[in-house]
């Protein structure tokens, strides 16, 4: 009974083995061994290192490293190297974890608002683009609120700032050179990124609107557990004279970096159980 026990379980082992090979997918496996690769490196690497890394020939890689940089999953930079492009990025922001971002988000949104009597809204950078995905209105009758859906600049805002200066410096380049596609291509120089290393050491962005005179917009990012920017929410901050209890712009920086702290909680929480 035993011997006829064992035998049954190495056929069921060796059945199991069988279907492994059978559903084996070996071009699929090697541009994902590519891509996690890149993943894991800084300043990319070249067709014999990714070979030498991967232990494999260069050229069982030529066709597959092709087939990624046309897709638009990783580029091909000065010298030889490649590196992943933000593709995946964007395609992670339509990851459940981050799609529920704005429902989750959204009680802690109208909280600060409540206690701000500001507006405010929650925005991602989105495949090249710099999109409100919620928002929240001022409690009172005065408030400054962008529509949902819209697509803001990444230049010239503080949400904008707020998602650059939480990012690496790579991963910067390639989010401006991916929202220039959309057609802003301004100039930018040594003070501008001076701009986003100051933001990231003071924690969040308070710089006048660039839209609408005598707003400030107040923007402190959203952090996964990687330490890098999820998303931002900014309050488009309009002094209130009424009524006179409502919080000044420093009280209300405050109101938003508790909230953005509350929230990176929830995100780290929620982005480190998905498997």
């Known amino acids: 009974m035993l011997v006829t026990h064992d035998i049954v379980v190495c056929k069921i082992l060796e059945g199991n083995l069988v279907m492994d090979d059978r559903y084996r997918a070996p071009a699929l496996d090697k541009g994902l061994d590519i891509l996690e690769l890149l993943a894991s ?62 429902s989750f988000a959204t009680p802690l949104m109208r909280e600060f608002s409540e206690r701000s009597k500001q507006a405010n809204q929650l925005v991602v950078f989105d495949r090249g683009s710099v999109v409100v995905i919620a928002q929240q209105e001022a409690p009172d009758y005065w408030g400054i609120s962008i529509r949902v859906g819209s697509h ?12 650059l200066a939480f990012r690496s410096a790579e991963e910067r380049e390639m989010m401006i050179a991916s929202h220039g596609k959309k057609g802003e291509e301004p100039e930018l120089n040594d003070e501008f990124y001076e701009r986003l290393d100051q933001i990231r050491e003071r924690g969040y962005e308070m710089m006048p609107s660039a839209q609408v005179a005598g707003v400030y917009n ?48 929830l995100v780290g929480a929620e982005l480190s159980q998905t498997p």
């Open 218 to 265: 107040l923007s402190a990012p959203i952090l996964g557990p990687d330490g890098s920017c999820v998303a931002a929410l900014t309050c488009p901050f309009v002094t209130l004279v009424k009524p006179s209890t409502a919080p000044d712009i420093t009280q209300t920086i405050n109101l938003l970096l508790q909230t953005v702290g509350d929230l990176s909680k």
């Open 152 to 163: 803001i600049s990444l230049f010239d805002t503080g949400s904008g700032h707020v998602l």
């Open 41 to 102: 490196v800084d300043g990319g690497l070249s067709q014999a290192e990714i070979a030498k890394h991967l232990d494999r020939s260069p050229n069982e890689f030529y066709r597959m490293l092709d087939r990624l940089v046309r897709r638009g999953y990783v580029t091909k930079l000065d010298g030889d190297r490649y590196s992943l492009t933000l593709k995946l990025f964007g395609l992670g922001q339509l990851h459940p974890p981050v799609r529920r971002l704005a």
